[in-house]
């Protein structure tokens, strides 16, 4: 399956929907070993539980919807996300499109390490695809947020 390196330890996809679905290549063609999977998918990945595919596994399902997701939850999820990359974890962060609700989660964790807002969604678009943030709610409520130290 293919997934998107946005920085080190941390990567974007789609949901993955299938038992093929386990092994994972990044945007270069290399072979990238998943360690830990943000799931805000409505929905378990049919992966899980499965050893192979990570040792962490966080569900979180929220909809891509017009109006914001709880706020405190986003920045704790984003904050988990980096202390498994500090941990040495590849994270896997996923919702249906790996557009906009994958990309609030990993925007919000960049932002946190000390991206500038704007950055950070410059950043997705360029590493996942131009249309990360098109919810403009969640791009409205990131673009607000103030960077970690």
């Not at 049919?46 to 595919?53: A, Q």
Request: aromatic share 6%; charged share 30%.
């Amino acid at each position: 399956m293919r997934i998107f390196e946005i920085v080190p330890r941390l990567y974007q996809s789609v949901t993955p929907v299938d038992d093929d679905d386990r092994s994972f290549t990044d945007q270069e063609g290399r072979p990238v070993r998943i360690t830990a999977v943000v799931d805000l998918e409505g929905s378990i990945d049919p992966n899980i539980p499965m050893e192979d595919l990570g040792d962490v596994y966080l569900y979180w399902p929220i909809e891509d919807k017009r109006r914001m997701v709880d706020e405190e939850t986003v920045r704790a999820i984003a904050g988990f996300t980096n202390r498994l990359m500090e941990g040495g974890h590849n994270v896997l962060v996923h919702c249906h499109s790996g557009l906009n609700r994958a990309s609030l989660i990993t925007g919000r964790a960049l932002v946190a390490r000390g991206m500038d807002p704007q950055d950070a969604v410059d950043l997705l678009r360029e590493r996942r695809s131009p249309d990360c943030l098109n919810n403009r709610v969640f791009l409205d409520w990131l673009l607000g947020e103030e960077p970690g130290p």
